[in-house]
């Protein structure tokens, strides 16, 4: 496990007030001594104002803050320095912890020896990634909950159920003339369908979660000129989309991520669906296709005043679908339905709430505490959990093998540590950690 020094920025670059540079591991306090004048390792969690030098030149004068391990981040002994911010007095305070025995942090680095360390686990470590990745306030949320060990402790649970069914097949396994006994099978199966239970429970939140990461893919669909890209538009809060009362303006899709009363979504504006026999347009209709066929959510645009057509009461048929009456200011007197005004504003925000309401209605219903599966990592090392409980049930048959229930029962705990990362597989933490930014 490494443990020598290493340093990196652990703010953005480029021009700010300050800029914090983070210094960890084994001899990180003699490496912070050779740069901070008047270094004082035992003053731990104060910051403390000092000159910062490299050799007998002056770099720049801010704060470091001093963490002994364990009690740090990364477990490691830690120091944060706060300088000026820029481009300069950051690399110049890079280079002087780099001339003075740090190397350059890997990606993620700090993070990763938080796990190794024991001060997170993987799937905490992820929530670090998805909280700094946040731009919603419930994926905020979601992402501070399983920092906090929401999804940890329900994992946890599960592989201590997993042990204690391991627990009663040694028993029966390696003392199977005891007086009490051989256990019922019974007993054994239903402690694996109870555990499989759960699982598939968890496993049911991976499509809602996947939303909630990612943001809800919502497609404004409808006829040529049907007011797809102001609504689009309107929704953003931007002019992204090009608007024009030349039907068939937009080609091609073009996407925008925002949030609906604090949920993420994902507008994608598309194609007007027509019979053209405009080349190009029919690309931007295969296009759009594509699109909705992806969709969470289908937002139809239909002016208001205008009946369905035939091709949009199938797509009402075919795709989870909201009918948006667009142009409401242009029909004098009260509208139909959900109707919305990219001109006036009237009906937006109806509209925001009525899609939070109906993509998020699972998450809206819990109160947004239930932990989900959020990455396909999280998905597989479930699924093959649960086959593997499926494979144990099987040989709890009539006077099964016990020995093959119990490797099958091993397996699905195995599961359970690699999403966890309580056992060491370094391919995994190499992809957990690829996308990190160094400093973190």
Known sequence: MLSDPIAALATPPGRSALAVVRLS?????????RVVEGFRADRARTATLATFREGAEAIDRGLYTVFPGPHSYT????????????????????????????RPAAAGEFTRRAVLNGKLDL?????????IDAVAPAQARAALRQLE?????????????????????????DFPGEDDGPVPPERIA???????GRIARLLATAPSADRMRHGALLVLAGRPNAGKSSLFNALLGTSRALVTEIPGTTRDAIEGHTDFLGWPVRLADTAGLSNSDDRLERMGVEVSRRYLSAADLVLLCIEAGREPGPDETALLAERPSLVVRTKRDLVPGSADGLAVSAVTGEGIGDLRRAVANRVFADRIALG????????????TALLRAEAALADAAAHLIPEGDPVLVSHHVREATI??????????VEEVLGAVFAGFCVGK
Do not use: M, T, W
């Open 25 to 33: 591991g084994r001899g990180a306090f003699d490496v912070a001594a």
């Open 75 to 102: 477990g490691e002994d830690l120091v944060e320095l706060s300088c000026h911010g820029g481009q300069l007095a950051p690399a110049r305070l890079l280079a002087a912890l780099h001339a003075a025995g740090a």
């Open 123 to 131: 799937v905490q470590a992820e929530a670090v990634g998805d909280l």
């Open 149 to 173: 060990g929401g999804l940890s402790r329900r994992l946890s649970e599960l592989r201590e159920a997993l042990v204690g069914v391991q627990a009663l097949l040694s028993y029966e396994i």
């Open 190 to 196: 239903a402690a694996i369908e109870e555990v499989a």
């Open 368 to 379: 947004d505490l239930e932990p989900g599966l959020g990455r396909d990592r999280h998905r």
């Open 415 to 424: 599961a359970l540590d690699e999403l966890l990362g309580a056992v060491d």
